[in-house]
């Protein structure tokens, strides 16, 4: 098992920042490719970030280009979200998600084994 918690989340203005820390605990993290992903009131959970256990490979959302950084420190078990120039579509809860990292990367929620409880993201216009 592996045990995720985010924290980081919170109100912010149209525009501004917020970075986004997952802990892990249990199984070896640096094992593990990292996904973030969120979901806002209803709709699905969609696909925002993932990075490699090395950190060397990192992929996005189209959405989300340019704008958002997906970092991990292994030595701290820890990934990171930086998110900057929020929008208030970007209303969400924000989840880490880990998966065994096999090589292949994956945007799917079915993909990843093991979810941390989110944290609220409120991007005020």
């Known amino acids: 098992q592996v045990q995720l918690v985010e924290s980081g989340g919170g109100l912010v203005q149209a525009g501004g920042s917020l970075r986004l820390s997952c802990a892990a605990s249990?199984?070896?993290?640096?094992?593990?490719?990292m996904g973030w992903f969120r979901q806002a009131p209803g709709k699905e959970r969609e696909f925002v970030a993932v990075?490699?256990?090395?950190?060397?490979?990192?992929y996005y959302a189209d959405s989300v280009k340019g704008r958002f950084t997906i970092s991990r420190d292994n030595a701290e078990n820890t990934v990171y979200l930086q998110m900057n120039s929020l929008k208030p579509e970007e209303t969400a809860v924000y989840y880490c998600?880990?998966?065994?990292?096999?090589?292949?990367?994956?945007?799917?929620?079915?993909?990843?084994?093991?979810w941390g409880q989110g944290t609220q993201v409120t991007v005020s216009s």
């Open positions: 249990g199984r070896t993290f640096s094992n593990y490719a």
């Open positions: 998600a880990a998966r065994y990292d096999s090589g292949t990367y994956y945007f799917t929620v079915a993909r990843y084994d093991f």
């Open positions: 990075i490699s256990w090395s950190g060397v490979f990192t």
